[in-house]
């Protein structure tokens, strides 16, 4: 089983910046795959980016990238996603999911089997 806790949510403002991270406990193997998505109210759970829990790959939704950078703090054992200059639509709820023993990179929700709770993400313009 694995846990994982996100946080770091909250309101920011147009062009702001924010920093989620993600808590992961239990039976990780070095080739799971770590992501994170996002769900605004009335829309499909969306890929945001994704990298293999023993670093390096690194692979971000077309929505984000330039913007998002998504690593790992090996010392606090999470993942984290800084969010640099959020817009409106960059409001949801992001969760961090990661996958079983996997050896390629994927943005396909149903690949991923261990889900966080979320945190909320809200930009005000």
């Known amino acids: 089983q694995v846990q994982l806790v996100e946080s770091g949510g909250g309101l920011v403002q147009f062009g702001g910046s924010l920093r989620l991270s993600c808590a992961a406990s239990g039976r990780i193997f070095s080739t799971s795959v770590m992501g994170w998505f996002r769900q605004a109210p009335g829309k499909e759970r969306e890929f945001v980016a994704a990298m293999m829990w023993s670093g390096g790959t690194t692979q971000y939704g077309d929505s984000v990238s330039g913007r998002f950078t998504i690593s790992r703090d090996i010392a606090k054992n999470t993942v984290d996603l800084q969010m640099n200059s959020l817009k409106s639509e960059d409001t949801a709820v992001y969760y961090c999911?990661?996958?079983?023993?996997?050896?390629?990179?994927?943005?396909?929700?149903?690949?991923?089997?261990?889900w966080g709770q979320g945190t909320q993400v809200t930009v005000s313009s």
């Open positions: 999911a990661s996958t079983l023993n996997r050896n390629s990179m994927t943005s396909t929700t149903n690949a991923y089997r261990y």
